[in-house]
Every structure is written in C-alpha cells, then in structure tokens.
C-alpha cells in the first residue's frame, strides 16, 4: 500500500470542558499555515488562518492594522479561501451553514465604520468554490458546483442576476472584463457525470445572459482555468497545458512556453500597463517574467510561493508556513517580511522530573527536530536544559518492545508478540507515530483515530481525541505529552484518560497553561494568549476576551500533573 499523509487542520481549538471553546490570540495566527492577499496598490496584505481571524497588515511597516474574528460559518484555513475586493475595503471568505442552501459567502468590512460587522449572501447547494470582485468592487461573481453562478451586489446582498451552464459543470476561475459589464468563467475538461468539455463561457454580468463560449480552436479536451484580462479588454489569458493568450472572439494569440532552468508557471496576471507577469521557480530564487516582452523583469529570494502581484505591478507577495514577504519588483529585494504566525512546535521531550521540552521549526515526519526551551511544570518556571538527556518517544520500556510496520503494530515482551488491536482499511490509516509510555501502556497515533493500548493484552483501553506526530512520555510513565505540527496546542495525558491533564500554548518565550477545569496559568507576557470570543451576534464580529482573572491558579495547574 502506498502511504498517503493527510494533515489535519485545525480549525477550532477544543478547549476546557467547563469553559467555552478556546481561542489563541499571540498577536499572530497561532500555527503555521494561512492564505494572503495583496491589495491592488501593494500596501496592505490580509492574512486569515485557521483560527478564524482575519488580519490586516501594512505591507511597508509590517505593522497589523486591524484583527478581525471572522463567524463561526466562515470557513477555516488553510482549507478555506479568501477574496479580496480591488480596494482592500471588503474581504470575501466561505460561509458553510448546515441549512439549505448551505454555501454562501461572507462579507466583511475591513475598514470605515462598518468594521466590526459582516454580511451573509448569496446561497448554494453546496460549497463556494470561486469568487471574484467587479473592478469598482460593487459586484462580487460566486461560484459552486452543480449550482447556478451569482453575481451579487455587494453593498446589499441582493443578486443581480444568475448565469446557467451545465449543471454538472464547476467553474474552474472567473474573470470580469476590464469595464465590468461581462464576466468570464473557465470550465474543466471533465465534469461530474463524466462527459468531457473544455471552453470558456462569457456571460453578461448583468442579466447572465451567454454571450460566447468559447472551446479550443483545435478541439482538443483539456483543463482550462484562470482565466485572466489584460487592462484593453483584448487579450484573454488562460491556464491551459500551459498559458495561452487568446483576443476575445478565442483567436490564440501567443503561448507561453516553459523557460529552461525554472519550473511551470507558479503564478501569472495582467498588471495596469499591459504586461503579462510570469513567475517560475528557479533553484533558489523566483524568476518573475513579463512574457509579452519575453524579459526578465526581477529575481527574488525564495520566500514561500508566490500569491499574486499588485495592480500596478511593482510588488509581489510570498507566502509560507509561518511568513509572507512583499517583494519590491524594480530591485527584487525585499519591502517586508512578516512573521504572521506563531513557529509550530515540533518535537517534544521530558526531562527529569516534570520538565517539558520542546522545539519549533519546519514539519518533520518521523524525524526528531531538537528541543531548545523547557517548563518546569512542577514550579511553571522556565528552565535551562541539556538536549541531551531529554526522554524523546520510547519505543523499549521494562523489557516491552513496541515496533510497526506502518500499518500493524505489535508488543513484545519475553519473546512472545501481543498484536494490537489496529487495522486500517485505507492507505490514509496507516499508523503515523507509536510510543510506550510505561511497560504496560502503548499509543498510536493513526490516520484513523489516536488511541491507547495495553500491550499485555492488545486492546484498545482508550481513545484520546486529539493527538499528533510528535509524542514524549515523562520518564516515570505517569504522563506523556503530544502534538502535531498542524495544531498549536501541546497536550499532556495520564496514560488511559481521554481528557488532557493540561494543554499549554507557547509564543517564544511566553506560555499559557489550563486544566480541563478551566483554571490557568502564564508566564509574565502570557496572560493574553488565550481566552475566548464575545457572544455571538447576528451580522457582528465578535471581539476577543482573555482568560477570566478570577480563575488564574498557578497551584491548581501544578496540581494537574502532580
């Protein structure tokens, strides 16, 4: 069986039984992972992560200008999306409710006074997949499968018109003209009940009346998306086999073929003066290309990948796990780069007593990074240690073995083999991580469920409900912490228990601890991490509310992993 990894995304974080749900607030997203827009004249950039907030940066100070928590239907990222209007005055993301029609979108204002509130349009049978603003941004085109296409005002909500094609059809990128007064949307080769097409439809954008449609001059079947206009109105560009340039009655024009020593076109689009930039990657550096001039136009740092270009067409943005770079295309160097999110923990460790370590850095499967900082939880005081002689995963315990084979995983003790109860039917399932914790007790975590064992008999004693790649058991056995670098949050179990004892956030060198109970505690500079969001109102943002002072009890926490 082939392994297939599939990270899971965290999208709300369980917090305390007794509590409402906890929500991380380090000044950042907390945790790798977010998607980002650059605004058209290249001075704001608009992160939002899985925790449901959406931030707005300055681009030249690296600066935040505004935080916003975005409602419970809005999607989570990464697996989201988000639109942003030409001006960087409306944010568009997801909308998912569990009444028909499920899929809408939301609205958010990003500045002026109504900032701090949002509106729920549009409506679809399942998912929004695509939206895209109208040049002065009064219209937002909406897109799903097997539903009509909307166009929708965006000072109202109300819907201008719907555009109709085949209903097993989902768009696969939308454009409107330059003038605003026709849009145009790409359609995939195959679509869900398997008969095969490939155009480019354009539709009125106030009545969606079909106005062309527009398949490949030579009738070849084959992906078509992104379509994109240039500022004239007269070139089309779409994503093809590659990227092809086509006039608007679908006569090709140009073909943008590869260029020796770089990749496929990672990102492309028209910018105001007509050029059509190009960037690839090339080993250790970004080529951006204006391809009508066939010239190479800037070279920039590896930063992440790259997300778009500004209007004007002077900056870049990139994007990685923790940090977006906007990227000065006259000189190719750097304007800004912003740590947007919090460096994922990565590995974890005890050391004598109960110190618990950790590291942070870039995901590593199966694969020890180093522990650089500790907390003695015992006195919740950070301490010095030596990597050294910190316990890491264990897989011998008191003449217990554990060992796996991926899929299957086994404990071995006086030469005789107990199996465990695991058996995955998918190649998803396969066993990510193992450790014993004590003689008498194994953990796995899987892609089908994080449980406990007894390696005496094999069977499952437990479940835990959220656990990660990254596993450590204290050194007497009694504890044993876990993380993913998909989650923010280090939990630590008492072997056979489903709750965590305690889970702990950490931002540099400032930490925030809670039990199940709801009692808390921080270093200095972190009381603020963590606490949970306002109530609830329709068509209002709720704002975010630190931990309760009167349940701050360093003594109750110690007392968790006594």
Known sequence: MTRLVVPVLLLAVAGPAAAADVVLNPGRHPG??????????????????????????????????????????????????????????????????????????????????????YRVVGGHDFEVTDAVFSPDGTRVAVASRNSPLLVLGTATGNTICRATFDPDMRPAGMAFTPDGTKLTVALPMTNFNGSKRSGVSTFDAATGKLLSDLPRPDGKVEQVSSPRWSPDGKLLALNRSTVEL??????????????????????????????????????????????????????????????????????????????????????GKVVRRVEAASPAVNALGWAGGRVLAWGTGPSRYRDDAPVAAALDLAKLEAVKLDPKAVTRRRLEWGGVTLTDDGYRAKATA??????????????????????????????????????????????????????????????????????????????VYRPGTGEPALTLFVAGSEWVAWTAGGFWAASPGGAGLAGALSKEEPGRLRTFVPFPKEKRDPDTVRAAVR
């Open 32 to 117: 790798p992972g977010f998607v980002a827009a650059l605004s058209a004249d290249g001075k704001t950039v608009v992160t939002v992560g899985s925790d449901r907030c959406a931030r707005v940066w300055d681009a030249d100070a690296g600066t935040p200008l505004a935080e916003l928590w975005l409602p419970g239907g809005a999607a989570g990222t990464p697996s989201g999306a988000l639109w942003l209007s030409p001006d960087a005055k409306t944010l568009a993301v997801p909308f998912y409710t569990p009444q028909e029609p499920r899929g809408r979108l939301a609205l958010v204002p990003l500045a002026g006074p109504d900032r701090g509130t």
């Open 246 to 331: 086509v006039a608007a009655d679908g006569t090709p024009k140009r073909r943008i073929e590869s260029v020796a020593g770089t990749t496929f076109l990672d990102h492309a689009a028209f910018d105001a003066a007509g050029r059509f930039l190009a960037a690839r990657r090339t080993a250790g550096a970004y080529t951006v290309r204006d391809e009508l001039a066939g010239e190479e136009v800037a070279r920039l740092a590896p930063a992440g990948i790259i997300k778009g270009f500004s209007a004007d067409g002077r900056r870049a943005l990139t994007v990685g796990d923790a940090a977006f770079t906007v990227h000065d295309l006259a000189t």
């Open 414 to 491: 006086g030469g005789k083999d107990v199996p465990l109860e695991y058996e995955p039917e998918l190649d998803c399932q396969d066993i990510k991580a193992t450790t014993l914790v004590g003689p008498g007790h194994a953990v796995l975590v899987t892609g089908g469920g994080h449980g406990g064992y007894d390696t005496a008999t094999g069977k499952q004693v437990c479940r835990y409900p959220r656990a990660g790649w990254a596993l450590a058991p204290s050194a007497d056995g009694s504890l044993f912490a876990v993380n993913s670098f998909y989650d923010p949050l280090v939990r």
